[in-house]
């Protein structure tokens, strides 16, 4: 099956700092969406991205589907941006990265 | 207000006795999921399902079993359930269509933590 990886697994980074995350898959797919999860365990839908690049605020993401990877930017990093940060592509199936623990320090 | 429901929230119980897990989602979404979450291993697929009546195993679905007799109901259900069972599960629903052409965005539930001593 596919097999989903993040990196870094984890990240510390001071309040302004800009990141970035990535997610390679083993695997073409069409359907790649980025998801954080919060301190209280919400899941919260970032970007549904397959291909191109998108941005909503201080978050974009990028895929570049021929290449297997997806990369999610989080500039002016602020403490509420903290929590795992997950990506995940569907094949029939659907498969978790095992995330990117972010913790921003005030 | 679109959304996915789960109950419990929060759930202690004892080996071996029966449990079920409802979710339901109001956005008439075809497909449904459900997962499990636990530390260092995030999140693993249990059962999904593309439409009433169909379902199939996910990664880890040893232990549970799921109907799906109406589109908007997809319960987990733990026959018999064991202490490797405690964790945190999600529902999950989309739409479901061809990738590239469609926003088949996943929407979670806000989960269930199980605790089976």
């Known amino acids: 099956g596919i097999q989903v990886e993040q990196s870094p697994p984890d990240l510390i980074l001071q309040e302004g700092a800009n990141s970035t995350l990535r997610c390679n898959f083993s695997?073409?797919?069409?359907?790649l969406q980025w998801f954080h999860q919060n301190p209280w365990g919400q899941l919260i839908n970032l970007f549904y991205?397959?291909?191109g690049t998108k941005q909503n605020g201080r978050l974009s993401a990028t895929t570049v589907a021929t290449e297997r990877y997806s990369l999610l930017y989080i500039s002016s990093s602020q403490t509420t941006d903290s929590g795992v940060y997950f990506c995940a592509v569907r094949d029939d199936k659907i498969i978790f990265g095992k995330g990117t623990r972010l913790h921003i320090l005030p | 207000e679109a959304q996915v429901t789960q109950n419990p929230r929060y759930l202690i119980t004892v080996t071996g006795k029966k449990l079920t897990v409802t979710c339901s989602q109001n956005?008439?979404?075809?497909?449904m999921s459900w997962y499990r979450q636990d530390p260092g291993l995030g999140l693993r697929q249990i059962y999904y399902s593309m439409n009433v009546e169909v379902t199939d195993k996910g990664d880890v679905p040893e232990g549970y079993k799921v109907s799906r007799k109406e589109k908007r109901n997809f319960p987990l259900i733990l026959e018999s359930p064991s202490p490797n069972q405690t964790s945190l599960y999600f529902c999950a629903s989309s739409i479901l269509s061809s990738g590239l052409a469609g926003t088949d965005t996943q929407y979670f539930g806000p989960g269930t933590r199980l605790t089976v001593l």
């Open positions: 695997d073409s797919v069409n359907n």
């Open positions: 956005m008439n979404h075809e497909y």
């Open positions: 991205i397959p291909s």
